[in-house]
């Protein structure tokens, strides 16, 4: 069996990312590994084999941030390929992005995410976070889908 390289892969990785509402503040994570290394994001990881996307995203949340989540609804996918400067694949992924609905669990960082917490809505523009992310979720609140 062959495992696919998240670096110059042979085909996409698929991935999965929650949008983790609790009132006026959402759940975000500091990537702990390219690409974004050290930008804040949605928690979210890789799919491994033999769970589904749904599966996945509980896990990856819980992994990054210690909180359990359920996903309520799929508000999108998109490819997200990063090249390289002469034009290669470094990364390519497939991602699913949720809506999840909080359950229960304190923020806890983990190895992947070396920092993860709730941040104030109002307070986004505090952080180092990725400008399509950023846009992402002003789309997601204002209740459009993200393209």
């Known amino acids: 069996m062959s495992v696919t390289s998240r670096q110059y892969p042979t085909r996409p990785i698929p991935g999965v990312a929650g949008v983790i509402l609790d009132g006026d503040r959402i759940l975000l994570s500091m990537r702990g590994k390219p690409p974004s290394e ?3 994001g949605l928690p979210g990881g890789a799919v491994e084999v033999g769970e589904t996307v749904e599966e ?3 896990r990856e949340v819980l992994e990054e941030t210690g909180v359990t ?4 609804r799929l508000i999108t996918f998109l ?3 990063h090249r390289d400067d002469d034009g290669g694949v470094r990364y390519h992924y497939v991602l699913f992005e949720y809506l999840c609905e909080y359950v229960s669990g304190e923020v806890s960082p ?3 995410a070396p920092d993860a917490r709730w941040v104030n809505l109002g307070e986004l523009d505090s952080l180092d976070i990725m400008p399509s992310t950023r846009r992402f979720i002003e ?3 204002a209740g ?3 393209s």
């Open 38 to 40: 050290g930008k804040w």
């Open 144 to 146: 459009g889908a993200a």
């Open 139 to 141: 789309k997601v609140l």
């Open 69 to 72: 989540v359920k996903p309520t």
């Open 110 to 112: 983990s190895s992947d």
């Open 56 to 58: 996945a995203l509980i």
């Open 79 to 81: 490819d997200s390929i």
